[in-house]
């Protein structure tokens, strides 16, 4: 089991590295995407630079128009000059003239505003070009990593999936259907465990379940999230002390929940701390203090063996819970304490 179990953890790191792989190939098309986006967001300056050129031309040539008509116009009242009879026909024909003038003045200037600022739309026109010439290069090289990316993540995928395939094929058909339940539904099959707690869900392990773990001689799962669980000597290993006793001198403090205490049920904590076993319960329902029990020279495994057979394991973040609180847990901590109860 020990060789399978083994198995099935190199197989979920496959499945792990196949899977960030997959992603990254799905962020491909997006990828790209946002590459031709910023190339065409670099010719569409171009393009707007281009045709401003082009409409102060068209504007200049639409006053050059306008003032070769009033021209005419001027011309004819000037013709029509001699044919006059009196003086206030005379004075109508300055007029027209004089307003025809003024109109062409005005086309004039606003020839004059497109001729000064044509430096500077072929300036924002050389500028435009190129930063294009600059970005497509910058991209032409994005897209040609981009593709090595993909060839190299597509050739890892499909290395990936061999190995899988041929490791799949190495494990008990039951076992993997259990596996692929749980990683669609957790993502992660196999869990670890460290300091009798799953790395997963971060609860702790009933002792007679981190016994069978660490046997490595069957299937175990956690009783918190039903991963399968999985123990690694090397990153379990603790370096303790002993006295003169033979009782090691290891800090350990775990709570649990112990049917047989309180009237239904109490919230203990176990405590190994140099070379003394100290077993604290508070009853699950009012959440008051109804035992405190220490023993010299002993361990809370052995000494408390009955209290801890049919415990279930309990996750309390402060170290300090006990002792801030030596006669009633708080409400909140009531609750939470409950919550991690199987529901009835």
């Known amino acids: 089991m020990a060789t399978e179990l083994d198995t099935l953890v190199e197989l979920q790191s496959l499945d792990q590295e196949l899977g960030k792989l997959e992603a990254l190939l ?5 990828k790209l995407k946002q590459i031709d986006a910023q190339l065409a967001s670099a ?24 003032i070769g008509s009033l021209n005419d116009k001027i011309a004819k009242f000037r013709s029509q000059s001699s044919s006059i009879k009196n003086n206030d026909q005379y004075k109508a024909l300055l007029s027209e003239i004089a307003h025809a003038e003024a109109e062409i003045a005005a086309h004039e200037e606003k020839i004059l505003e497109v001729m000064m600022n044509a430096d500077a739309l072929q ?11 600059s970005e497509s290069t910058a991209i032409e090289a994005q897209k040609k990593q981009t593709e090595a990316d993909v060839a190299g993540e597509h050739k ?31 993502g992660i099959a196999v869990a670890e465990v460290t300091e009798q707690r799953c790395t997963a869900c971060k609860m702790m392990v009933r002792p007679q379940a981190y016994a069978r773990v660490k046997a490595c001689e069957e299937v175990v799962h956690c009783d918190s999230c039903g991963r399968i669980l999985h123990y690694v000597v090397a990153n379990n290993v603790q370096k303790v002390a002993a006295n003169a006793s033979g009782i090691a001198h290891q800090a350990v403090r775990e709570w649990m929940f112990v049917p047989a205490l309180g009237t239904q049920g109490a919230f203990v904590v176990f405590i190994n701390h140099k070379g003394s076993a100290t077993m604290k319960a508070y009853d699950a ?9 220490v023993e010299k020279n002993a361990v809370c495994a052995q000494i408390f063996a009955e209290e801890m057979r049919d415990a279930r394991n309990l ?7 006990e002792d801030t609180h030596k006669e009633q847990l708080p409400l909140e901590v009531l609750e939470d304490l409950r919550h991690q109860l199987p529901q009835q």
């Not at 329902?285 to 029990?293: E, F, L």
């Not at 996750?315 to 819970?321: E, M, P, Q």
Request: glycine share 2%; net charge positive; proline share 1%.
């Open 26 to 30: 799905a962020e491909v098309p997006k």
């Open 43 to 66: 010719r569409k300056r171009v393009e707007e630079a281009q045709a401003e050129i082009k409409a102060a031309e068209s504007t200049k040539r639409q006053h050059e128009q306008e």
């Open 123 to 133: 300036e924002k026109l050389k500028a435009a070009e190129a930063a294009l010439k």
């Open 156 to 186: 890892a995928a499909e290395a990936a999936k061999a190995k899988i395939h041929k490791l799949r094929a190495r494990i008990d058909e039951t076992l993997l259907i259990t596996y692929d339940r749980i990683r669609r539904t957790r």
């Open 285 to 293: 329902v009012t959440g008051q203090a109804i035992a405190r029990r």
């Open 315 to 321: 996750f309390v973040d402060d170290a300090t819970l």
